[in-house]
Structure formats: structure tokens, C-alpha cells
């Protein structure tokens, strides 16, 4: 026997409420069997979530195209900063540099390698700026600078990543606004197809189960069998 569920996903939400309200014998007077007040509730409902889902599929398609536009200047970045942290790590090596001055770059004094999550977005976003000032701050001092990579063009490729990761990161957060809408209305969408649903069950409860299960469908309920179960009505 076929058993009703709701619907899973807003597509299925969607198309519930649109088969219902495309209905015209919902709407005659006579044959009427759902109150008005669920019938007014379900239009704006369908709308509302329809255009909320329509804005998320669209933010979600600019975010990933933009996606690609990220990841090489991350790459330059991340090499940069990671050659310039190695030249400087032999320089202390050498004697070069004093080992108490790696903390300019919020490295520790026996530090040998290079930070692990330097790769990373959150990793490179904290490591860049504190390598650059720690140059900066040496070379005020009085200290010889770094040459390849110099620190002006470490910089150059960090900012160059920071930018396009800020706009990135904008666009995330405007998706994840609209999937926010989106998980808003589910509720109250939920809500007006499970009222929807019983009404026309309820109407059809007296029915034999083949004429029964085949109107429910026509007005938009959803059921499902369970594995290996016959399909019979």
C-alpha cells in the first residue's frame, strides 16, 4: 500500500503546489472541497518560494563561475609568501639573520619549515600580512632586504588574492543569504501542503483506494511504495 510523505526538496514543494493550484476544479463552487482560506495561503506561499529559490540558484551559479578566478591568484600567492618564508628561513640558517627576529613575522626562533596550512585561504589571509609587516619592521632596523622574491612583490600577489578572495567571499555570503530565505519558508511551506493534503484525502477517504490514490495525485499528493513493493494503485 502507497504511503503519503512530504516533500523533500523545494522542487517537489514546488511542484506539489503548482499541480494543485493548476487545478480548476479546486476553484469551481460546487466541486470546491478545500476552504479558501488554505487555497489563498497556498498562492503567495508558491510564489514567495519560487522566487527565493529562483535567487538562490542564481547567486549559487555566480559564486561558483567566479570560483576559478579565486584559485590561481591564491596559488601566486601562496607561492610567494612560501618562497620568501624559505629564503629567510636559510638566511637565519647562514647567520644572516638573528633567529630572535623571526618573531617580527610571528615565526618562532627555532622555526625550520614553513607554516603547514600556508596553502589554505585562512592560512595564507593570516600568514601574508604578518610576513610582509615582519619584513618591513626588520628592514627598519636597519636590516639587509630580501631579494627573490622581494617583499614588494610578495606583496603584490598577496593583494592581488585578498582582493578577488573579498569578492568572493561576498558572494558567498550573499548565497548564503538567499539559502537562508529559502530555509525560512520551508516551514511555513510544509505547514500549507500537509493542510492542503489532508483536506483532500479526507474528501477522498470514501473512495476505493484506486479511485482514491489517482484523484489525491491529481491534486498534487505525493506517495511512494515502499522496496520491492508492488506498484498497485
Known amino acids: 500500500m502507497p504511503y503519503r510523505r512530504l516533500p523533500k526538496t523545494d522542487a517537489s514543494r514546488l511542484k506539489a503546489l503548482k499541480t ?9 463552487v460546487r466541486g470546491r472541497f478545500v476552504d479558501w482560506e488554505t487555497i489563498n495561503a497556498a498562492q503567495p506561499a508558491y510564489n ?40 629567510l628561513l636559510m638566511a637565519v640558517e647562514r647567520g644572516e639573520i638573528r633567529k630572535a627576529q623571526l618573531k617580527l613575522y610571528g615565526l618562532d626562533e627555532k622555526a625550520k619549515a614553513m607554516p603547514a596550512n600556508l596553502k589554505s585561504a585562512e592560512g595564507l589571509l593570516a600568514w601574508g600580512p604578518k610576513i610582509i609587516e615582519g619584513e618591513k619592521a ?13 617583499i614588494s612583490m610578495v ?9 578577488v578572495y573579498e569578492q568572493q567571499r561576498k558572494l558567498m555570503l550573499q548565497t548564503q543569504t538567499a539559502l537562508d530565505k529559502v530555509q525560512m519558508l520551508r516551514p511555513k511551506v510544509d505547514e500549507i501542503i500537509l493542510n492542503l493534503w489532508n483536506q483532500i484525502e479526507a474528501h477522498f477517504q470514501n473512495e476505493p483506494p484506486e479511485v482514491k490514490f489517482e484523484q489525491c495525485r491529481k491534486y498534487g499528493v505525493i506517495y511512494y511504495y515502499r ?4 506498484h498497485i494503485y
Open 20 to 28: 494543485l493550484l493548476g487545478n480548476d476544479s479546486l476553484y469551481t
Open 48 to 87: 514567495e518560494l519560487k522566487t527565493a529559490v529562483d535567487q538562490y540558484t542564481l547567486q549559487l551559479k555566480v559564486q561558483t563561475r567566479r570560483t576559478p578566478y579565486v584559485e590561481k591568484p591564491q596559488r601566486n600567492a601562496a607561492m610567494y609568501v612560501g618562497h620568501f618564508i624559505q629564503v
Open 138 to 150: 626588520r628592514l627598519k632596523q636597519g636590516g639587509r632586504a630580501i631579494y627573490n622574491p622581494t
Open 155 to 163: 606583496s603584490t600577489h598577496f593583494d592581488i588574492f585578498r582582493e
Open 227 to 230: 522496496r520491492n513493493e508492488e
